[in-house]
């Protein structure tokens, strides 16, 4: 395993313009490097969506490598340095849309597993890839897909490791062992319009929720854990009125949203949200939507190895986080008993010169490898 190895294969793929959902080859690109080694090739499309599930092997445990080849769009190309999608190579840094989120963790994962298996050929357990192209979109055509799947095939695993970019400074300082979830909501206050010389007339939605709305924002819906921050509470959007200053409007619109820790449930959110609207007498309604469920992996074997292959390979003590947005890591804990996320560095994720640092490449390889020799054979 050698960097140039690494390098080579990432520029490969920045090269094609994976923007979700279309794959633009990349999954067949790494099949191609995987089938000779023993791997058997699943393909599963969803509505434009491509996802590839490749396995070697049938024994436990099974450690599983996922990631997302899609990228999100690169916006005005002459805001780049270089064309997004030609990857460009200056110092230490490798520009390109993807090149942290994450083309280098899937090069890096196919490296890895082929020096791996170059030196424990016959290695007991297996070893498996799970991409999917729809992970920056929708994501309702993508893992969700292949878990389903799995589990229709009585698949479950043992190990997870998500590419996700997970570095704040540097490479291997943090790693994640779970997401927090998401729920929003979108209020509808239902007033009753009218003149604003004749409010005895009306009804003012807007002042009739102020005090709900103050309520809802002044609320501890828990406090969190030894993982988890303290579930939030966020006001993102509020219409209402006509636009004209002369009319009370009939009703107010508020999209808010939550973003939760394992100490509160959707269903409990939920339940107290509306408690609190009811108990202060509103006509409403709520239309809602779970974006994610919180998850977490408690420290067991997977994040031991996981920080010993850090230290290891560069010398650091890495720091286990839940912070962040919500990642495929929802889908897969269903049917995994131990997930965690690494990769290189999120500094520059989803910005306009987006980049990946050179020396990161091979080390981030190295990671992979040692983590799979921990978690194979000891």
């Not at 890839?129 to 009585?154: F, H």
Request: proline share 5%; hydrophobic share 35%; charged share 20%.
């Amino acid at each position: 395993m050698t960097m140039t190895n690494t390098l080579a294969l990432v520029k490969e793929l920045i090269a094609r313009p994976s923007v979700t959902p279309d794959d633009q080859g990349c999954q067949t690109l790494i099949s191609h490097r995987l089938i000779p080694l023993g791997f058997k090739e699943q393909v599963i499309k969803s509505h434009g969506v491509t996802n590839t599930w490749l396995r070697r092997g049938t024994e436990s445990p099974l450690v599983v490598f996922a990631g997302h080849t899609d990228v999100v769009p690169t916006g005005p190309e002459d805001g780049w340095q270089s064309p997004p999608f030609e990857p460009t190579q200056v110092g230490d840094l490798l520009y390109g849309r993807g090149a942290s989120d994450m083309k280098s963790s899937l090069a890096a994962f196919v490296t890895a597993i082929e020096s791996f298996i170059n030196t424990q050929p016959n290695v007991k357990g297996s070893i498996a890839l799970l991409l999917t192209s729809d992970e920056e979109g929708p994501a309702t055509d993508g893992t969700v897909k292949v878990v389903e799947w799995l589990k229709n095939q009585n698949i479950s695993i043992d190990y997870c490791i998500i590419g996700e970019p997970t570095a704040v400074e540097q490479l291997g300082d943090t790693i994640k062992n779970g997401r927090r979830g998401s729920l929003s909501g979108k209020l509808t206050i239902i007033g009753k319009q009218g003149h604003v010389a004749y409010p005895h007339l009306a009804t003012n939605p807007i002042h009739e929720c102020a005090a709900a709305i103050s309520e809802l924002v002044a609320t501890q819906w828990d406090q969190g854990n030894n993982y988890f921050p303290a579930t939030t509470f966020q006001i993102s959007n509020i219409q209402g009125g006509t636009g004209a200053s002369n009319v009370i409007p009939g009703e107010v619109h508020i999209w808010f949203n939550f973003r939760f820790s394992t100490e509160s449930t959707d269903q409990s959110l939920i339940e107290r949200t509306e408690a609190i609207l009811k108990r202060n007498h509103l006509n409403f309604h709520i239309d809602w939507q779970l974006g994610a469920k919180p998850f977490l992996t408690e420290k067991g074997k997977l994040i031991h190895c996981a920080s010993e292959a850090i230290y290891e390979v560069v010398g650091i003590q890495t720091k286990i986080s839940t912070t962040g947005g919500t990642s495929d890591g929802r889908f897969i804990i269903d049917i995994c008993k131990e997930l965690v996320e690494i990769g290189p560095s999120n500094a520059t994720i989803h910005q306009r010169n987006e980049a990946v640092k050179v020396s990161d490449l091979d080390h981030l390889s190295s990671i992979y490898c040692t983590l799979l020799k921990k978690l194979l054979t000891s």
